[in-house]
């Protein structure tokens, strides 16, 4: 499966690095993503059992058949489009990349990669990571083992709604239909909804969710900040990625639309405008996730420590995960996950009055120089402790753990100025080798002075017993 999995990515960097020179690396990606909805709609309609489905598959058929290269392939690629918009009701606002100057060879080499790939899923999964590795700016995807952790802590249920306002490649919605389904429900039943102010991006999500027949309603090319999409639905889990220290975002009106339940944001700076859009749509009992940079947490200006302190008083703030270091493309320090608002099963956080706080700095796996990751069992740890904290169902009971977690009262948060949340500087360091042999000591002697005193109300039982007894 490895050596398998290796071919496949080799085969794709070949087909794009042959395209190099002919068209942008973007429209290279694209024109893949593309090639790989045709396939996936050639290939559906085989289980398809409405009559006559054969323009499912004519761009594609063409595609295999035919060395052509110009105007010819222009052509047949959008017809092949054009027919998956009318069969799935999406509509990609970007069309098919100037493909005139591609060569018969070079398509032929990039068709025998899309159908080496086993399936056009995982095309896309390499592709974004691709793109991702290629950025040079702030486009790029939210990893999978990034997303699979907001996705567990969220715990999205069948029937339920997930909004991501700064959707991307919908990679949120994705993980969350993934997640229903593993948990036994039917991803159908969930309703996904995403917003994005890039045009190509909402392309790119409409195509990732085509492959995987799920539907997702996506609004835009706007800014969710400035314009919402759906102004009128709140929904039961939202998720984001957005963009970090976004300066001049309000486009010098959005500040003032009143609708900052928690105060007015920072005119420089959009962390807490996408806090507060989070929380402006949550439906009642809903949860969300947002990633920010650790400055979030810490950040002396007065606009954010007055929202930062709202949140902690008015018990909207459930936790902070603080993550290692580049997890997220281009972006070298540490970040933190926060989960805001209330959760069912185990009683609303707000009466709990505290906020627990995970320093998960040092659970990074380094896959290369350009890469690190966070292994399945870092997520699943993370996981298990906010599901112990929060008091689900058959759950360990919560205790804090030196070096990893710690459940802080909203009073001590409320102590600091600041109101900072950082895990790090919360959370106590592990004990040292001699202070866990010197405790284990300590404890030992606890255990058998305990012991002791059973013996001893064991042998005073018997006593008491036996007297009893010859009294009868």
């Given amino acids: ?45 085989r289980s398809d059992d409405v009559p006559d489905r054969s323009y499912r598959t004519y761009a594609w058929d063409q595609l295999l058949s035919s060395a052509m290269g110009g105007d010819r392939l222009y052509d047949v690629i959008g017809d092949g489009v054009r027919d998956w918009e009318a069969d799935s009701g999406r509509r990609l606002e970007q069309r098919v990349p100037d493909l005139r100057a591609v060569r018969p060879a070079q398509l032929r080499e990039v068709l025998d990669a899309v159908t080496l790939v086993r399936s056009p899923v995982r095309l896309f999964d390499l592709v974004l990571q691709a793109q991702s590795r290629d950025a040079k700016g702030g486009q790029y995807f939210t990893p999978r083992d990034v997303t699979r952790l907001m996705v567990e802590l969220l715990d999205p249920r069948a029937g339920e709604s997930v909004y991501d306002p700064a959707c991307g490649s919908g990679g949120l919605l994705v993980e969350s239909a993934a997640y229903v389904a593993a948990h036994g429900g039917k991803a159908e039943d969930l309703r996904l909804y995403g917003q994005d102010v890039s045009a190509s991006v909402l392309d790119t999500a409409a195509m990732n969710m085509g492959v995987r027949d799920l539907e997702a309603r996506l609004a835009g090319p706007e800014s969710s900040l400035l314009r919402d999409g759906f102004p009128e639905r709140t929904f039961d889990v939202v998720a984001v990625n957005p963009p970090f220290n976004q300066s001049r975002w309000d486009d010098g009106h959005g500040r003032y639309d009143g609708l900052w339940p928690l105060g007015l944001p920072p005119q420089g700076n959009a962390n807490f405008a996408w806090v507060q859009h989070c929380l402006k749509k949550l439906a009642p009992g ?11 947490a810490t950040g002396t200006r007065g606009a954010e420590r007055d929202v930062r302190a709202r949140l902690v008083d008015t018990g909207l ?3 902070v995960v603080e993550l290692p270091a580049g997890l997220i493309p281009h972006v070298r320090n540490p970040v933190c996950l926060w989960i805001l608002s209330a959760f069912q099963g185990g009683g609303p956080l707000k009466e709990r009055g505290e906020v627990l706080l995970v320093d998960a700095r040092e659970g990074a796996l380094t896959v290369d120089k350009r890469q690190r990751v966070l292994p399945d069992e870092v997520v699943e740890r993370i ?20 070096g990893w977690c710690r459940s802080v009262r909203v009073e001590e948060l409320a102590a600091q100025a600041e109101y900072d949340v950082l895990p790090s500087r919360h959370v106590p360091a592990p004990a040292t080798r001699g202070e866990e042999e010197s405790d284990g000591r300590g404890r030992l002697a606890e255990l058998t002075a305990e012991l002791v005193r059973h013996f001893e109300d064991s042998r005073r039982l018997e006593r008491e017993l036996l007297d009893l007894l010859g009294n009868r």
């Fill in 1 to 45: 499966m490895a050596a398998n999995a290796a071919r496949e990515a080799a085969a794709l960097s070949r087909a794009l690095d042959a395209l190099g020179g002919v068209v942008s690396a973007e429209e290279a990606h694209r024109l893949v993503m593309v090639l790989g909805l045709l396939r996936h709609h050639a290939e559906s309609s």
């Fill in 383 to 402: 996981s298990d402790t906010f599901a112990s904290w929060r008091g689900r169902s058959g759950a360990p009971r919560y205790a804090d753990r030196p």
């Fill in 317 to 319: 703030l459930a936790a």
């Fill in 286 to 296: 809903g949860r969300a996730a947002i990633l920010l940079p650790t400055g979030a």
